[in-house]
């Protein structure tokens, strides 16, 4: 279910509002919000909502609309956002300018699983440019069950990768581990990624060979 919230909500009606879904998620963490071009929206999931859950939302003067959504896809349905969008990467650290979404070509990013060292990371950033990918994809932290595994380069990792973006001037995808650490990766990459979107896929591996 998506709820778009009024823009003419008082702090207080937001309170009441947020209160209410704290009860029906059982959440003790703040309810989220998501800005959706120019509406304000909270995505739940449909299953936590009977009918009477559902009346009880709409009447929350806070509430300016309630859709019901099956997919677990909620953010990205043609239901909620009927509109084509599109994304500009590559402005914030003066790389290469690349287009996703809408009708732009589709977008390859590609790379090693893991940042190791610096040969390694522009050898394989001047293949995956030269093979037509317009993203530079690289694993700073790579954890590992095993603390005696290779762990990743860290920091280090992400001073390469953007040694490898200015090099080529292909815009940097890599993965951040946890909340914390979001503002100082964006310092870094163009693209951030939860851990476990990034795999290492026969392409890259194809291409890291070259």
């Keep these: 279910m998506i709820i778009t919230i009024h823009k003419q909500a008082t702090t207080e009606q937001r309170a009441q509002l947020m209160a209410l879904l704290c009860r029906i998620t059982g959440s003790q963490c703040p309810i989220t919000t998501t800005i959706i071009g120019d509406r304000e929206v909270i995505a739940l999931d449909g299953q936590q909502i009977d009918t009477a859950t559902s009346i009880a939302l709409e009447q929350q003067s806070a509430v300016a609309h309630l859709l019901p959504l099956k997919t677990p896809y909620q953010l990205v349905s043609r239901a909620f956002q009927t509109e084509t969008s599109s994304i500009l990467i590559g402005e914030t650290h003066g790389s290469s300018l690349v287009t996703i979404g809408n009708d732009a070509d589709p977008v390859i990013m590609a790379g090693p699983c893991a940042v190791e060292n610096h040969e390694q990371l522009l050898s394989i950033a001047r293949a995956v440019k030269k093979a037509g990918a317009t993203v530079l994809r690289g694993g700073a932290f790579k954890p590992r069950t095993s603390p005696y595994q290779f762990q990743g ?58």
């Design 153 to 210: 380069l860290g920091i280090e990792g992400l001073h390469l990768l953007a040694d490898a973006r200015a090099e080529t001037g292909l815009p940097i995808i890599t993965e951040v581990m946890e909340p914390a650490m979001v503002e100082e990766v964006s310092q870094y990459a163009d693209i951030l990624a939860k851990q476990q979107e990034i795999a290492c896929t026969a392409q890259t591996r194809i291409i890291s060979h070259h």
